[in-house]
């Protein structure tokens, strides 16, 4: 294996131009914009930032589009991208000014730079555990209220980042410059201008100067690469990717066993990603992962891609072929039968799969008793977190299992009472859970199921409202600017404190206190409006110092509420 070096902007011309490509086994571009945000901030310091992995080849090996354009390659021999895809990517974006493409939508990367950043590391990054990036989109089905910030406390973090995903508002203040102008431009002039240096004597004169160069300097920023043989086949250097990424836990298990798929089986990425668009018309918009892991699945009747590698071309494309049935099951009845018309709304995506299962092994002949059962087990299994507690993959199992061995909805049901005790909802339960809960997808349900509203417009609660006064945010009921200093984060996110509303009707209610908006409110609609949504309407309630008691008050609602859709 040889090493050698090269400059970012080497790397990004080399994409530009066609002379670095990507094998179909890697996967998509994932990374959003706060990712590429902390990627130019460490190159800016200098930081390490890990080294690029190529394989220089005359075969001709399967491909994938990058998500930034490029021309043709002229010549036979290329260089295939294997280990630094994402912050490649992310650099050509950034530095050419270009959208990313992914799935079929330009998403552009608009970052600033803070021409007057603090001189050290004021900001530190926060890891979320858990936060790996996907494929989806960066706006979530349900919102959260935003009126809790002021401008001011926002600002004041915004002025110790030295980059920042761009805004409107910051983008108009004069100390903020778009990154991407800067690597367009040769002279400072503009920015300095705008920034009201006009002249050498200004004492930032110098100091903006050094800060864009600096910023400039990114592109000779120097990436170690190591460079696999010519000799090496195709077969070997899936095998090497799949090591290097396994040691280094930089990808998911799905990434790794999509490259051991496509290298048995050859230009089959675009066949799974035309089944994922699909899906997605249908409304599921769902990780490819998981259709890989549906694939092993009925390939295998386990769901752990542990398998994946014993499977030969056959069995791959028979598994694959039932896999798409299943599915397409699946989502019909979680959509017709079941009332859930969006993975947002599930506790797992794994219940996909066991429905798709249960599908393949009833041959898709299921009676009426069997159909009531089973609906009433997705239900629960998604109100229970069925699979959001312990392994998820082996609970899976258990499931596939079940439904192998003859069992059908009430064996399933069984499970999971095993599992979670008692079936029913009780209010205490309910307690210090937040958005993030089971419950709270399976509140959103049973609310609607009940007619819930928005408070103003009077449309029914949805998750696809078109328009942003329209768009579906749950709403803190008591905002926790109201709470704060009173009441823990943890019990003002508390779920007995959420509703949902629209964007416009949480924005005009912004931080009032219930008893200010939510009486006159009451007295204009009456009470049905707040009963669908399982809030109380008593007064008494609705003053800052009965938080705890509104809090008791409705979860034993929401409870009954909840037993009454789940029952059927």
């Keep these: ?13 080399m994409i530009e131009r066609g002379e670095l490509r990507l094998p179909e086994m890697q996967r998509q571009y994932v990374w959003r914009s706060p990712r590429v945000r902390d990627l130019m901030d460490s190159l800016y310091r200098g930081y390490p930032s890990g080294a690029i992995l190529l394989w220089e080849t005359d075969e001709e090996v399967p491909l994938r589009k990058f998500a930034v354009s490029q021309v043709g390659n ?11 895809q994402q912050r490649l990517t992310s650099l050509s974006a950034v530095i050419r000014g270009q959208p990313v493409t992914v799935r079929g939508r330009k998403k552009p990367i608009d970052l600033l730079f803070n021409l007057e950043h603090p001189e050290g590391l004021a900001f530190i990054t926060e890891v979320e555990e858990n936060g790996d990036d996907d494929d989806g989109d960066d706006s979530a089905p349900i919102t959260e209220d935003d009126t809790d910030s002021t401008e001011d406390e926002l600002q004041e973090r915004f002025n110790k980042m030295t980059f920042v995903v761009s805004t409107k508002k910051l983008a108009q203040l004069p100390q903020w410059v778009k990154v991407s102008d800067v690597f367009k431009a040769d002279s400072d002039a503009q920015f300095l201008k705008a920034a ?47 090591r290097v990424n396994s040691l280094g836990a930089k990808l998911r298990s799905s990434d790794l066993a999509l490259a051991q798929i496509t290298a048995k089986w050859q230009h089959s990425l675009q066949t799974f990603l035309d089944f994922q668009e699909q899906c997605a018309k ?11 892991k549906n694939l092993v699945t009925f390939a295998t009747g386990q769901s752990r891609f542990l398998t994946v590698g014993k499977l030969d071309l056959e069995k791959l494309q028979a598994g694959w072929k039932e896999a798409r049935e299943g599915m397409q099951f699946a989502i019909n009845f979680l ?60 609970i899976l199992d258990q499931d596939l299992a079940t439904i192998r061995n003859g069992g059908k909805g009430p064996e399933l049901i069984e499970r999971l009472k095993q599992q979670v005790g008692r079936l029913d909802i009780a209010p205490e339960e309910l307690e210090g859970r937040n958005q993030r809960s089971a419950l709270f997808k399976t509140m ?30 749950f709403h803190h009921i008591f905002p926790k600017k109201q709470l704060k200093g009173i ?43 707040f009963d669908s949504q399982a809030i109380p309407t008593d007064a008494r309630l609705l003053e800052i110092a009965g938080y705890k008691n509104f809090l008791a008050a409705r979860r034993l609602k929401i409870a009954e509420r909840l037993n009454e859709f789940l029952s059927g």
């Design 487 to 529: 009441h823990a984060t943890r019990e003002a996110d508390d779920i007995a404190n959420l509703a949902f509303i629209g964007g416009k009707t949480n924005r005009a209610i912004s931080d009032k206190p219930p008893a200010q908006y939510l009486v006159p409110l009451i007295q204009q609609h009456g009470t049905a409006l």
């Design 1 to 13: 294996m040889a090493k050698a070096e090269a400059s970012v902007e080497e790397l990004v011309g």
């Design 74 to 84: 002229p010549y036979q021999s290329v260089r295939l991208l294997l280990d630094g």
């Design 444 to 473: 959103f349900l049973a609310f609607r199921s009940k007619g819930a509203k928005d408070w103003r417009s009077n449309l029914a609660i949805s998750l696809d409202h078109t328009g942003a006064q329209h768009q579906l945010q």
């Design 196 to 242: 009201g240096v006009v002249s050498f004597d200004d004492p930032r004169y110098e100091k903006y100067s050094q800060r864009l160069a600096r910023l400039r300097g990114i592109r000779k920023y120097m990436y170690r690469m190591d460079v696999l043989e010519r000799a090496l086949s195709y077969d070997e250097v899936t095998e090497i990717f799949v």
């Design 282 to 292: 249908l409304g599921f918009d769902v990780d490819l992962g998981l259709h890989l």
């Design 335 to 394: 959509k017709s039968n079941a009332g859930i018309d969006s993975p947002a709304l599930l506790s797992s995506p794994f219940i996909l799969i066991t429905l798709a299962y249960f599908g393949l092994k009833a041959d898709y002949k299921i009676s009426s008793a069997d159909e009531k059962e089973l609906r009433r087990w997705v239900l629960l299994a998604n109100a229970k977190g069925r699979y959001s507690r312990g392994s998820s993959e082996t």
